[in-house]
């Protein structure tokens, strides 16, 4: 896990060595054992080393392959870069190995294979900067799902790209504006959807896709960002590995034997999480107490001879405490179990320090005890296993089993009658629903949707009033601001990686459409980039072996009846976490990794608040119209409206312009 940062000079007269070198420094926190730079007339690589395998210095980069043909600097791991190596003996095509890493596995199977068959052979994550000597070009890759940051574009008539913004931003020409559109985006899902960044000219490389990019560069960027299948001059990308292409095959060759599924998936699941735990650097896992992250450390605790270390986060509020069930569950497997118990202030402390971690506005609130949780681990571990990414594959969200049932008793009712419906759930407030809900708890336990009610019945009301289709249904589920153009001045909501067409497979699947089109845009923009940014803020390595590219795979040949199955999702992994924890232990609704936002924003973050929604501040260089956002400011302070999301999209917009801008 590093941090790599670079650029393509277009003069190539100027001495690059010093602007690679500020932009490398920006990137210490994802690498504090070592940097590197590399320069070559017109084209610099800079990178910052965690050292996970193979710490010698025989793993330092920027490396160059054995032929000196190809220069890497990459950031990520591949998992099964030893088996790969034994690909390459075997056809008689292995180096003499300077050392044991996988960059340098990576590079001789570039030279023997070429990029794109490589990258398809690999199992890991990854963002590569990879620099043709003989033909002069520059690729840059990215991981299938998205799980490293790759951002790239123009600083002046340079092409500069990186992990993070702030490298780019070392650029003596980078004055990139804020792409207003990119702000409607950011508004309307509280991230800002890749291809674009907050910047104009600036972009983020869609995940499983490769970007050719000439010696000689255009001079000026694309007025819309490419997309897979585009070229713009000799700038082009394309992908080497498709989403959609997993689905179809998947749904050609389904296993319908609960069984054989149940055998496959724990057999593919146990290999990946076994791949996932090489490391010659301390490794631990997160622990929730829910069934994902349990069943990651139940199978690595089977695997191991020693207790697995595990890490959860307490917190004062009993409402957003999981830290008991996280501790019955290591106590049962036997783990090395470590609360971290952190007060109101001390949660709080952390808000300052978002503009810098995040680096572009970034409003999932979550974001603070996963940075709390990541720092407390660095403290024993270098690597963590976390259980993101099985809610997208395996039907955890409620979304996945409410939103089919809403579009079968919506698309029948007469648009005037469903707006007279979500005007009658609005007329009872926010309050009143929770007490439903929470009367339907005790009543009920352990039934899914009826936490926090209160909000998803005023949602409810919103995508009654805005669903046309199940696809419009969708994204009136995961809005925040239904109506972000009307926010940003001369903004205008651009077409976004929301809008691809899915494969006709999934026609009739209105469940299953949703997690296909959270896979393209919620996993990698917002889960994946709140885990990443959170873990290198502090140095620390996380892996998702949900994300193994065989669980993929198999996760799409499982039909959506074990995936989700009486209004439970995740039904499959129950299942096979039933086998090694008692199923009482993680029976619960789903909350979430949530602290209490909107309460703070009327109590000890009032001040804070006001200060960054003052209409001076809002109406700042004329990007936003403050009346619509004080409006909705007075009505969270007054207690009747919860507005918590809507505000927490604004401030972390706030405190990032006020940070970097």
């Known amino acids: 896990m590093c941090g790599i940062a670079g650029l393509l000079d277009a003069t190539k007269e100027e001495n690059l060595s010093s602007q690679i070198q500020q932009m490398t420094d920006q990137l210490y926190s994802r690498g504090p054992d070592g ?24 793993g330092a980069q920027p490396m160059a392959s054995h032929c000196g043909r190809f220069i890497i600097a990459y950031n990520g791991e591949i998992y099964n870069h030893l088996d790969l190596r034994r690909d390459l003996t075997s056809e008689g095509a292995a180096p003499k ?15 023997h294979w070429g990029l794109d068959a490589t990258l398809k052979r690999t199992a890991g994550m990854f963002a ?54 990119s702000t409607v985006q950011y508004l309307q899902y509280g991230y800002v959807p890749t291809p674009r960044s907050i910047y104009e000219n600036i972009y983020k490389l869609e995940p499983g896709c490769v970007l050719e ?48 599924a149940l055998k496959t998936l724990e057999r593919t699941l146990n290999t990946a999480v076994a791949k996932q735990m090489i490391a010659d650097v301390p490794l631990g896992a997160f622990l929730s107490g829910g069934v994902d992250s349990s069943l990651i450390v139940a199978l690595m605790q089977s695997q191991s001879n020693n207790p697995v270390k595990t890490f959860t986060v307490g917190f004062e509020d009993a409402a957003y405490d999981e830290s008991p069930h996280a501790a019955a569950v290591a106590a049962h497997l036997g783990t090395d179990h470590n609360t971290l118990l952190v007060t109101e202030n001390e949660t709080i402390s952390v808000i300052p320090k978002l503009p810098d971690l995040y680096d572009e506005p970034f409003a999932d609130s979550s974001q603070i005890p996963t940075h709390l949780i990541c720092q407390m681990a660095r403290q024993h571990v270098t690597v963590a296993l976390s259980g993101d990414a099985a809610d997208e594959l395996f039907g955890g969200y409620n979304r996945y089993f409410w939103g089919p049932r809403i579009w079968n008793r919506l698309q029948n009712i007469p648009k005037p009658i469903r707006h007279s419906l979500a005007h009658a759930i609005k007329s ?35 995508t009654m009033e805005a669903a046309n289709d199940i696809d419009s249904l969708y994204r009136a589920l995961v809005t925040v601001w239904s109506e972000p153009s009307h926010l940003v001045l001369g903004g205008k909501e651009p077409v976004s990686v929301l809008e691809n067409s899915l494969q006709n497979a999934l026609k009739s699947s209105p469940a299953e459409r949703m997690m296909t089109q959270d896979m393209q845009s919620y996993l990698p923009d917002d889960i994946l980039c709140k885990v990443d940014r959170a873990a290198m803020g502090v140095s620390l390595e996380t892996r998702v072996p949900f994300l193994d590219p065989d669980l993929i795979a198999l996760s799409a040949r499982l039909p959506l009846s074990m995936k989700v199955k009486d209004g439970t999702g995740k039904w499959a992994l129950r299942e096979i976490l039933n086998q090694n924890v008692p199923r009482e232990l993680i029976e619960r609704p789903k909350t979430g990794f949530g602290i209490p936002i909107g309460d703070w924003l009327r109590g000890i973050l009032r001040d804070w608040a006001e200060d960054l929604l003052s209409p001076e501040k809002l109406g700042a260089d004329g990007l936003l119209d403050p009346a619509p956002i004080r409006q909705v400011w007075a009505e969270h302070l007054s207690g009747r409206r919860d507005w918590t999301h809507r505000l927490w999209t604004i401030l972390m917009l706030q405190a990032w312009r006020e940070r970097w801008e």
């Open 213 to 260: 990019i000439p010696d000689s560069p255009p001079l000026t960027a694309p007025k819309q960002p490419l997309r897979p299948g585009e070229a713009y001059e000799k700038i082009n990308i394309r992908r080497y590995w498709s989403l959609d292409s997993v689905i179809k095959e998947g749904a050609t060759d389904p296993i319908e034997c609960e069984q054989t």
């Open 428 to 462: 009872l407030p926010v309050s009143g629903w929770n007490r439903i809900g929470d009367f339907q708890q005790r009543i009920r336990p352990g039934t899914h949707g009826v936490t926090r009610l209160g909000e998803k019945a005023h949602k409810l009301a919103g």
């Open 97 to 111: 190995w300077r050392g044991q890493s996988d960059t340098e596995t990576l590079l001789a199977c570039i030279v």
């Open 128 to 181: 590569i900067a990879l620099w043709d000597r003989q033909d002069r070009r520059l690729s840059l890759s990215r991981d299938r799902i998205g799980e490293k940051p790759l951002y790239w574009g123009w600083a002046g008539n340079d092409i500069v790209f990186g992990s993070e913004l702030k490298a780019l931003r070392q650029h003596p020409n980078f004055q990139n504006r804020i792409c207003r559109e």
């Open 35 to 58: 940097d590197g730079i590399w320069v070559e007339k017109g084209i610099a690589l800079g990178h910052r080393r965690l050292a996970i395998l193979d710490l010698s210095p025989s």
